[in-house]
Nanobody
């Protein structure tokens, strides 16, 4: 599967952005989808993930209550709605996929990656 992320940009603290990730192929519903981020000089960290049917989600503590992951299997798209953004959320955001029923929330558990989209939150 090929993944294409978009929706990043510059936003003030307290603002919102919605990221999208479109997947190629006809088996999108077979994949657990996740979002990760990597800030300059830091390792890639888990943000959120969603099960194949969207029945289950899981979030990093740092974004819980502010970010919402969702998916539309008819559109082969996963979303990340980000509210109440903070400067500490500044990073390149990546979508990722793995063909499994559920995934350990870490980068090494995912097989396919998008190219990343930059989110910059100004104070």
């Amino acid at each position: 599967v090929q993944l294409q992320a978009s929706g990043g940009g510059l936003v003030q603290a307290g603002g919102s952005l919605r990221l999208s990730c479109v997947a190629s192929g006809r088996t999108f519903s077979s994949y657990v989808m996740g979002w990760f981020r990597q800030a300059p000089g830091k390792t890639r960290e888990f943000v959120a993930q969603i099960s194949r049917s969207a029945g289950s989600t899981y979030y990093a503590d740092s974004v819980k209550g502010r970010f919402t992951i969702s998916r539309d299997n008819a559109k082969n798209t996963v979303y990340l709605q980000m509210n109440s953004l903070k400067p500490g959320d500044t990073a390149v955001y990546y979508c990722a996929a793995v063909a499994t029923a559920w995934a350990t929330p870490k980068a090494s558990a995912y097989d396919y990656w998008g190219q990343g989209t930059l989110v910059t939150v100004s104070s």
